[in-house]
């Protein structure tokens, strides 16, 4: 079974540009998280789909934004970038929402901003 | 409110065992996890415990949780020197999926 798949592995954008990334669940998956990992911050929570609704959001401006689609795969989109987006962005699926069922994760995007 | 904190470091030597500590502060959490992540990799799920169990095994991963305390550790019997990596707590607070991570220890096997 083929993990959670986060394309593309690597990006480079300059300030003021938008972003966005992809996300694959496992198969059969239906609950997608975005998470942001940087040095300074640690991991946070941005927002979680299920059945292409947006259950949960974290502390993020509304520059970062996200869907899912009716196959589960979801994307985020980051606007008017800045200095400070750059990190490393984890997505994660389960089997459905609200159940604590665990999270597996891909293997990121590094978004590194000039 | 919602917080676990985690030591930064630990260094072992190989095969020894090692012990990762990790406080949580949301008493309403169900689920509490160990993640690993390497360097340029992505979250391991390596083992969950449920917040009415004391202590689950499997292999050479046994978790401990002292739910009054609000502490859960991770302790790796024979660790190797691939087992060297950061090691993520986490906890999902009642009805939500939402993981609050631990700031990551990071474990040195040493020779």
């Known amino acids: 079974k083929a993990g959670v798949t986060q394309t593309p592995r690597y990006l480079i954008k300059t300030r003021g540009q938008q972003v966005t990334l992809s996300c694959s669940p496992i198969s059969g998956h239906r609950s997608v998280s975005w998470y942001q990992q940087t040095p300074g911050q640690g991991l946070q929570f941005l927002f979680e789909?299920?059945?292409?609704?947006?259950?949960n959001k974290g502390n993020f401006p509304g520059r970062f934004s996200g869907r899912q689609f009716s196959n589960s795969r979801s994307e985020m989109n980051v606007s008017t970038l800045e200095l400070g987006d750059s990190a490393l962005y984890l997505c994660?699926?389960?089997?459905?929402?609200?159940?604590?069922?665990?999270?597996?994760f891909g293997d990121g995007t590094r978004l590194s901003i000039l | 409110g919602e917080d676990v904190e985690q030591s930064l470091f630990l260094s072992v030597r190989e095969g020894d065992s090692s012990v990762i500590n990790c406080t949580y502060t949301d008493s309403s959490s169900t689920y509490l996890y160990w993640y690993k992540q390497e360097p340029g990799a992505g979250l391991q799920l390596l083992t969950y415990i449920f917040s009415n169990m004391d202590m689950k095994q499997d292999q050479r991963l046994t978790v401990l949780l002292n739910k009054k305390d609000k502490h859960l550790s991770l302790r790796i019997a024979d660790t190797q020197t691939g087992d060297s990596a950061i090691y993520f707590c986490?906890?999902?607070?009642?009805?939500?999926?939402?993981?609050?991570f631990g700031t990551g220890t990071r474990l040195q096997v040493f020779p």
């Open positions: 986490a906890e999902t607070p009642y009805n939500t999926d939402k993981l609050i």
């Open positions: 994660a699926s389960s089997l459905v929402s609200g159940t604590n069922q665990p999270q597996h």
């Open positions: 789909y299920f059945s292409e609704t947006q259950r």
